[in-house]
T-cell receptor
Framework: DQQVKQNSPSLSVQEGRISILNCDYT??????FLWYKKYPAEGPTFLIS?????DKNEDGRFTVFLNKSAKHLSLHIVPSQPGDSAVYFC??????????????FGTGTRLTIIP | NAGVTQTPKFQVLKTGQSMTLQCAQD?????MSWYRQDPGMGLRLIHY???????DQGEVPNGYNVSRSTTEDFPLRLLSAAPSQTSVYFC?????????????FGDGTRLSIL
């Protein structure tokens, strides 16, 4: 049972435009959400996160929105740049006990920025 | 800064062979974990450790063993490799297991079992 879902395996966006990556989750116990970015032959790197007590978190060109009632979050990248081409993983935690909150990952979305 | 170092980067094994995937971190992180990444499956947690001497199972632990004798090292052992264990393995560490501590990942070990 996939508790964190990224329903779009791939997304292509023109350079300079906005990229929107979506993520849905089913476990209402999740209370913290993270986005990781992964380049080929490298490990995932942390990008941005949001706590369930917020509905928006912004860091430069990256903004994450959380809609708890819909169990949906999205990552907005604006403006999109060629270096943003990568696989983006959504992850959720908080379903375990304090100090042992394992991450549950989505299947990833491959973002391609077209010059 | 080295961060999280995984060795080897690539390995080919025959069914039934054993091997150990090495993971070391130099950030004095208490929390370490192992994931496998398979096509269409995302990253799935194999085993994790909240500190030296303490390990526990994740989502897909069968066929793998771990131990944590030091804060720095968290090796993953395959006792009898099976083709189903062909995957890319990632080791990660974080300051603690608390939600808001992002995990730092190594660059992975690509393992093929023939």
């Amino acid at each position: 049972d996939q508790q964190v879902k990224q329903n779009s395996p791939s997304l292509s966006v023109q350079e300079g435009r906005i990229s929107i990556l979506n993520c849905d989750y089913t476990n209402s116990m999740f209370d913290y959400f993270l986005w990781y970015k992964k380049y080929p032959a490298e490990g995932p790197t942390f990008l941005i996160s949001i706590s369930s007590i917020k509905d928006k978190n912004e860091d430069g060109r990256f903004t994450v929105f959380l809609n708890k009632s819909a169990k949906h979050l999205s990552l907005h990248i604006v403006p999109s740049q060629p270096g943003d081409s990568a696989v983006y993983f959504c992850a959720a935690s908080g379903a375990g006990y304090f100090g042992n909150e394992k991450l549950t990952f989505g299947t990833g979305t491959r973002l391609t920025i077209i010059p | 800064n080295a961060g999280v170092t995984q060795t080897p980067k690539f390995q080919v094994l025959k069914t039934g062979q054993s091997m150990t995937l090495q993971c070391a971190q130099d950030m004095n992180h208490e929390y370490m974990s192992w994931y496998r990444q398979d096509p269409g499956m995302g990253l799935r947690l194999i085993h994790y450790s909240v500190g030296a001497g303490i390990t526990d199972q994740g989502e897909v632990p069968n066929g793998y063993n771990v131990s944590r004798s030091t804060t720095e090292d968290f090796p993953l052992r395959l006792l009898s490799a099976a083709p189903s264990q062909t995957s890319v393995y990632f080791c990660a560490s974080s300051y603690s297991g608390v939600s808001n501590q992002p995990q730092h990942f190594g660059d992975g070990t690509r393992l093929s079992i023939l």
